[in-house]
């Protein structure tokens, strides 16, 4: 793609490992936020997951057991209130 | 994604896939085709990955070690996960409680199972891909079989077009012989004709020579009995002593010249 900022790519384009740190409001503000946005960002997410980890040849036990831990530690974030009461010291 | 190429610990221990059975002729229809007239870029799909990323005990993508590695080497990120956990232990961020060690018995178990049985499993779900595609080969062999088997059909006809000519040069002679052969049966004909016609007239002369002699001869025993029987009577009436042939010769008969011919 031809790039008209002679040393990088315009901002648009770039992925947000490349983005700079001033850039970042910027670069954040400029990303689709509508619906559509939001559901095309969960389904660009969703398949490079996918394709990374599950549709191959040879797949392992990584594709799956990523996602149940990531599940556990979200539900263990979700519960960390009530959780809090069964602490064996108060003070650490 | 390019694999790394540090190693991790063997080939990935918990080599299980569900997965494999998950999607096991899926395609990964990535490619697009910008323009219609462009080059369609659908066919042939890219093949599968053979590997999926590495990952390390099973929940932590090598790339996460690959991005400590510059800063700390390659104890980094195991140190990092210690302090994290003594860190989690210690401040009970993370609580011990009853599930703790329900969830400790649970997660040993399944690591015992998936080392266990990980490889056998993963095997036998090869081995159906594997069938899999052998059928779709053999579906594919066969239909290009067809298509060349009718490619050398069209060929071998096509040649014989070439070969043509010589049916012609047959065709020529056969025509040629048959055309013969009727003007050779008429020529015949005609000379059968003529010589029916010819051998008429032949008959027709030979028949007339024929009653013509026997009339003569009729006609001459006819005379010769009469002049006999009248020289009798001359003789008995004058009773010369002359012999019959004798007084034959000496009457004027007029024999044509034609009765002496046989």
């Known amino acids: 793609m031809a790039s008209d900022k002679s040393p990088s790519l315009p901002l648009k384009e770039k992925k947000l490992l490349e983005v700079k740190l001033g850039e970042l409001p910027s670069w954040i503000l400029m990303r689709d936020f509508t619906p559509s946005g939001i559901a095309g960002a969960f389904q660009r997410g969703y398949y490079r997951y996918y394709n990374k980890y599950v549709n191959v040849k040879k797949g392992s036990i990584a594709g799956l057991s990523m996602v149940l831990a990531a599940y556990v530690f979200f539900n263990y974030c979700r519960s960390y209130k009530e959780l809090k009461h069964e602490r064996l010291r108060k003070y650490h | ?262």
Not at chain 2, 100 to 124: M, P, Q, R, W
Not at chain 2, 201 to 223: A, G, L
């Open chain 2, 1 to 262: 994604m390019i694999q790394r190429m540090l190693p991790s610990n063997g080939n990935s221990k918990f080599s299980v896939c569900v997965c494999r059975m998950n999607g096991l002729v899926k395609l990964a229809l990535q490619a697009v085709r910008i323009l219609h007239t462009g080059q369609p870029s659908l066919a042939p799909v890219p093949p599968l990955p053979e590997h999926g990323g590495k990952v390390r005990f099973g929940l932590i993508p090598e790339e996460f070690f690959q991005f400590l590695y510059p800063k700390t080497g390659v104890t980094g990120p195991y140190v990092l996960g210690t302090g994290l956990i003594l860190y989690l232990l210690s401040k009970e961020i993370y609580v011990i409680t009853p599930e703790t060690f329900s969830a400790i018995s649970t997660i040993g178990f399944l690591v015992y199972v998936v080392k266990k049985y990980g490889a056998s499993v993963g095997e036998f779900a090869d081995k159906l891909n594997e069938q899999k595609i052998a059928q779709l080969e053999e579906v594919k062999q066969a239909s290009i079989k067809q298509i060349q088997d009718a490619i050398d059909m069209e060929k071998s006809q096509q040649a014989l077009v070439q070969k043509r000519h010589y049916l012609f040069d047959v065709q020529r002679n056969n025509i040629a012989m048959a055309l013969e052969v009727t003007y050779r049966e008429r020529l015949h004909r005609v000379y059968r004709e003529v010589k029916n016609r010819l051998d008429y007239h032949i008959s027709v002369q030979n028949m007339m020579r024929q009653k013509e002699q026997e009339h003569m001869i009729n006609w001459v025993e006819k005379r010769v009995v009469q002049s006999i029987s009248a020289q009798q009577d001359y003789l008995a009436s004058t009773s010369k002593q002359v012999s019959p042939i004798k007084a034959l010769s000496q009457e004027t008969l007029t024999i044509p010249w034609f009765c002496f011919i046989k």
